[in-house]
């Protein structure tokens, strides 16, 4: 406005009466605002108006931060998150009683007035003058909604300072707004808005969460004494907490009580008698979190799964935002059967203190849906009982550990590549121990240079001639080197690579002794890759989330399987073909279930970690224990005490092979024989023996040296 412009005479006017009445009423009688009058004689007339004039005339009201639950795949409460515990309802699901209350206590003319009640605040005043204290609040329930909405939208630190700042342009913009919101919205609106936004004490933002919270019940359920006691609270959420004051709590519900049978709202008869009940709370605490979950790192992945995925933020502070506070509900693929059986088979075989971590991963082929996720240390920060809060069950993407190298299980790619690429399932070589390799002979990726050096293995579990069968049941170190120089290593790399492991170092990766398993994985990838086989080659990305669905219950996001089929049919049945023989009268023999399985053991350099990797035709599943030092760093699990046992040799079928089936056992009893598909059109099929008869085919090395994994026996 410019400045020689003058207002009319009425515009001045009006903005002085709402500066008196503010100032006067509510700054200097109920809020304590020190605007002497002989400051308010010194502002001008015009510069008031001004004032008011550039206040803004509508308050934006954002959505209200709400609690985020997390579901099982049975729709049972995994976990809840939020930054404030908060269930909005709409105001048809809050009972009456508890409506009346709050009216009651907090603004009875709530109905008559509008943003502003002259009469309550000097009614107020009277009230608590005589009560020698603050027995009733003068702001409208407008505007003491005004205010939270203001406090709980600041976003910096200078917001949150104008949010509670004690002045008079404070006050004046809350009567603006407040005066908005009476000529944009409904009281019942501004009533539910502020039943859901209020802060009821002891961490229960909101009407519903105080009712669930206090009394186990529901905001449509809150009866007399309960909804006396939550419209106490609203004024001094701390002061009259029952948790904390129960006496001053129940004073205070006996107030809100006197109150509404001295406005009629309720029979003096039955305020007397409500008055002689105690609290009767039934204290429910809602955690926040994963950490007390019944399954503590399974809920770890799904937040970082879902904290990866831009649809839901374009950045992870937006993504954060919107699961804590954007009431969502995250349905998962948690099975907690399968859950429970995982935790039990992890726990009977690795302490929660030993200096090793137990681990296992179940994922369903076909769909990738994580049915499990269990480690032998629980959640936590107490290190003396051996907490932690590193996830050694994911892969390092989703902020889990480095993982293990996972020994012989990953002679399964090496396997499939031979397959693949047409090698008979009968290719047998002369197998000794020790062997020694010229890795020039092994062929690199295209583009990717040559290796050089020798390169010596060593077999514990044989020597002489194998074919795939046989070679793969004994787990024969220097045969699978064999056949990777017909494959080249370019082949199994990239083949593990698409069926799930995380390789991302192919420098320090993609060596011939790629196939004895010298790069780290978790055991959810390798659960994954493993799938894939039970699946008849079509790999199915890991999911632990089905779906999310926004605060009204709509669909914000499907979880659909992503899958891709990376080998023939064919391929993935012989490969099931070899590794039943594992279990069925190989190292693994222990852990034969009612239903056919198949799986690969597999020990790692100085048995730092040892595995188990198998499936059924509904379940994938990984097993590995390794050894840690006192720093939480790889260590051989030779010399330590795990379970109570002194460990002088490991091996995957006698240690982590009976984590595999104690948790498959169970989880598969009952279910029908589901067969794998017998393979077609692989030539050797069911020939499981070898002969010296016929040299090998293909290039042999029996060179000098050495580089790799010193060639330890997958076991």
Not at 30 to 49: D, E, H, K, S, T
Not at 298 to 305: G, K
Not at 399 to 427: C, D, R, V
Request: overall charge neutral.
């Amino acid at each position: 406005m410019p400045r020689h412009e003058r207002l009319p005479a009425y515009r001045v006017l009006s903005h002085l009466l709402v500066m008196v009445a503010v100032a006067v009423v509510l700054g200097i009688v109920v809020a304590g605002l020190a605007i002497p009058f002989a400051g308010m004689a010194g502002i001008g007339a015009r510069n008031v108006a001004r004032t008011m004039d550039n206040l803004p005339e509508e308050l934006k009201t954002e959505d209200l931060s709400q609690r985020s639950t997390i579901l099982d795949a049975n729709g049972n409460l995994l976990a809840s998150v939020y930054d404030e515990n908060r269930i909005t309802v709409p105001l048809k699901d809050i009972s009456r009683t508890m409506v009346s209350a709050l009216v009651a206590i907090e603004d009875y003319r709530f109905y008559q007035h509008g943003a502003l009640d002259l009469k309550g605040t000097l009614r107020a005043l009277i009230t608590n003058q005589a009560n020698d204290g603050v027995v009733q609040g003068g702001s409208s329930i407008t505007q003491q909604l005004v205010k939270l909405t203001l406090q709980s939208q600041a976003k910096t630190k200078t917001e949150r300072a104008a949010a509670t700042a004690d002045t008079y342009a404070r006050k004046l913009k809350e009567l603006r707004y407040a005066i908005a919101l009476e000529q944009t919205h409904s009281k019942d609106w501004i009533l539910e808005r502020y039943l859901n936004t209020a802060y009821f004490g002891d961490g229960a933002y909101g009407v519903q969460a105080a009712a669930k919270h206090y009394f186990d019940v529901n905001a449509r359920q809150l009866n007399l004494r309960q909804s006396a006691l939550l419209a106490g609270l609203v004024k001094n959420p701390y002061g009259y907490d029952p948790t904390k004051f129960p006496d001053k709590a129940l004073e205070r519900r006996d107030v809100v009580i006197d109150r509404m049978a001295a406005l009629n709202v309720i029979p003096t008869e039955k305020a007397e008698k409500t008055k002689e009940k105690d609290l009767s709370l039934k204290v429910q605490d809602v955690d926040n979190g994963c950490v007390n979950s019944a399954a503590p790192f399974f809920c770890d992945y799904v937040m970082a799964y879902l904290l990866q995925d831009p649809q839901l933020g374009r950045t992870v502070q937006q993504r954060r935002n919107l699961l804590k506070n954007g009431g969502l509900t995250i349905k998962t693929t948690l099975d907690m059967t399968a859950q429970t059986d995982a935790d039990k088979a992890v726990s009977d075989h690795v302490g929660q203190t030993d200096q090793a971590i137990g681990a296992l991963a179940i994922v369903e082929p076909g769909t990738g849906a994580v049915k499990a996720l269990a480690q032998s240390r629980p959640m936590g920060n107490k290190k003396k009982l051996g907490e932690t809060y590193v996830n050694f069950t994911i892969p390092k993407e989703y902020g889990g550990a480095n993982g293990f190298q996972p020994g012989s299980t990953f002679k399964a790619f090496t396997l499939a590549s031979a397959i693949e690429q047409g090698y008979p399932m009968t290719t047998q070589f002369d197998s000794p121990s020790p062997m020694t390799f010229d890795q020039a002979d092994f062929t690199n990726c295209p583009g990717e240079g040559f290796f050089g050096g020798d390169y010596t293995a060593n077999n514990s579990t044989g020597t002489g001639w194998y074919n795939m069968y046989s070679g793969t049941r004994n787990s024969i170190n220097t045969y699978f080197l064999q056949l990777e120089q017909l494959t080249g290593v370019c082949k199994p790399y990239e083949l593990a690579k698409q069926m799930g492991v995380r390789l991302t170092a192919p420098q320090a990766e993609r060596y011939p002794s790629f196939t004895l398993g010298i790069a780290d994985a978790s055991p959810l990838e390798m659960a994954e890759a493993y799938a894939t086989f039970a699946a008849r080659g079509l790999h199915c990305d890991s999911r632990p989330v089905s779906q999310v669905l926004d605060a009204g219950g709509n669909v914000l996001l499907d979880y659909e399987p992503t899958c891709t089929q990376v080998m023939k049919q064919e391929t993935a049945d012989a490969v099931s073909d070899v590794l039943r023989g594992v279990i069925e009268g190989g190292f693994a023999s222990a852990q034969r279930l009612t239903v056919a399985a198949a799986g690969k053991t597999g020990t790692t350099q100085e048995q730092k970690a040892v595995w188990f990797c198998g499936y059924t035709a509904h379940y994938a599943a990984a097993a590995t224990i390794a050894g840690i030092d006192s720093q939480g760093r790889p260590d051989s699990l030779i010399g330590k005490v795990i379970d109570g046992n002194p460990i002088y040799e490991a091996s995957g079928s006698g240690f982590a092979a009976p984590i595999w089936g104690d948790a498959l056992k169970p989880l598969t009893a009952g279910q029908p024989y589901d067969d794998f598909t017998y393979p077609v059109g692989i030539e050797g099929v069911g020939v499981t023996s070898a002969s010296p008869p016929k040299p090998p085919k293909g290039p042999r090395g029996n060179h000098g040296g050495g580089h790799g994994n010193g060639g330890r026996p997958g076991r």
